[in-house]
């Protein structure tokens, strides 16, 4: 089945430093990943997707990098903000079907100190 | 900006009983979404519903959920003989560009 794991449950930054959290996934059919904001009790938000056709995107102080030859993702988040102390999810589309549902990873908890 | 949005916050009911969770998908967006979250742990895909029918869904959507959308709007899980493992947080989501969630139904089975 598909497997979407985390390299590290944890991460503290100094507010005003650069982020970044990383992901692995096992399915090479996967087409298509986004990365989720979790505040405490809130449903995941959406930050940013990219499709296996790219290799970075990037949005509003976030960028995303995908390698799909070792089937990494990473989540960059330039000038880290108090806002941004949440768990951040990766999930990906496992196998292609039309209805893009999703297959999460556990999470990694950002921790920013002010 | 549009939202999905989800009732109630917070169900609480008794091991057996049946749940109805209710939510309203973003307009104009045609795949929706149960997931659901037990505490502390990864969200777990349910089902996915397209064109008035279940897409895909997962093992764990077995014969003890259902889900509708009786109208225009509304999107709903049920849950007929609750049990104590089914308490998580429940979580509707629809497809648009990009998959948004809502807020969540907390349900806790006693």
């Known amino acids: 089945g598909e497997s979407v794991g985390l390299h590290l449950p944890t991460l503290s930054v100094q507010e005003g430093d650069n982020s970044i959290i990383n992901c692995a996934y096992s399915n090479s059919a996967s087409d298509y990943f986004i990365w989720y904001k979790q505040e405490s009790g809130k449903g995941p938000q959406f930050i940013i997707d990219i499709r296996s056709n790219m290799d970075k995107r990037q949005g509003q102080r976030v960028t995303v990098l995908l390698n799909k030859t070792v089937k990494h993702l990473s989540l960059q988040i330039a000038a880290t903000q108090p806002g941004d102390s949440a768990v951040y999810f990766c999930a990906e589309n496992g196998e292609r079907t039309g209805a893009n549902n999703l297959f999460f990873g556990t999470g990694t908890r950002l921790t920013v100190i002010p | 900006e549009p939202e999905v949005t989800q009732t109630p916050s917070h169900q609480v009911t008794q091991m057996g009983q049946e749940v109805i969770l209710r939510c309203v998908p973003i307009?104009?967006?045609?795949?929706f979404y149960w997931y659901r979250q037990i505490l502390g742990q990864k969200v777990e895909f349910l089902v996915s519903?397209?064109?008035?029918?279940?897409?895909?869904k997962s093992e764990i959507f077995d014969d003890q959920f259902s889900v509708e959308r009786p109208d225009g709007s509304n999107f709903t899980l049920k849950i007929r003989s609750t049990k104590l493992e089914d308490s998580a947080m429940y979580f509707c989501?629809?497809?648009?560009?990009?998959?948004?969630f809502g807020p969540g139904t907390r349900l806790t089975v006693l």
């Open positions: 989501a629809s497809t648009g560009i990009g998959q948004f």
């Open positions: 307009s104009n967006h045609l795949y």
């Open positions: 519903f397209y064109n008035n029918e279940i897409s895909e």
